[in-house]
């Protein structure tokens, strides 16, 4: 006879009667079950023949998404899209990037300092970090310095581009 949850009978199910056995140890104070909590994460199934799975990675063999289920741009992405990869661009350092860097000694100075190259790494991995080095002068000084050669390549970017 097994009683789950008040309910008696007499041959039920062998994995309920399992389940009472279990749940009796563990009411009894015995440990739980080895595995139930140390298992491995079972492995994904395949996917039935014919049965289409979308998923996030490329490559490896994943499918692909379906073409249907793909949006394709509209108009204002694609001018985003455009103006960004023209800035990027422009931002590239190039031979006037690196004379105007070489030519300011306190810009070059902030490469030399490895404190300021460390907060400039931090900074870059997580932006948020800018707020650890607000109070650190050399490297408000390095950003305002940075920020006036990034703002004058911009300039002359807009500037050819109204010509």
């Known amino acids: 006879m097994t009683t789950i949850f008040g309910d008696e009978s007499e041959d039920g199910p062998p994995e309920l009667s ?20 140390d298992s491995k994460p079972a ?28 949006i394709p741009p509209d108009e204002q992405q ?10 990027l661009s422009a931002l590239q350092p190039d031979k006037t990037t690196i004379d105007s860097v070489l030519a300011n000694p306190q810009l070059l100075s ?3 300092d490895p404190e300021v190259m460390k907060a400039v790494a931090e900074i870059g991995a997580d932006p948020k970090k800018i707020d650890k080095y607000r109070n650190n002068p050399k ?8 920020g006036g050669l990034m703002a004058a390549k911009c300039e002359q970017v807009a500037h050819a581009r109204a010509f």
Not at 139 to 146: A, G, N, P, S
């Open 110 to 112: 902030g490469f030399d």
């Open 139 to 146: 490297v408000l000084k390095f950003y305002e310095l940075m």
């Open 43 to 70: 492995k994904p199934k395949a996917a039935k023949a014919g049965m289409i799975s979308l998923s996030a990675k490329s490559g490896n063999g994943a499918p692909r998404i379906p073409q249907a289920f793909i």
């Open 78 to 87: 694609l001018k985003y899209q455009a103006a960004r990869g023209e800035l």
């Open 18 to 37: 399992s389940m009472a056995s279990q749940v009796a140890a563990v009411q009894s104070g015995a440990p739980l079950r080895k595995g139930f909590f």
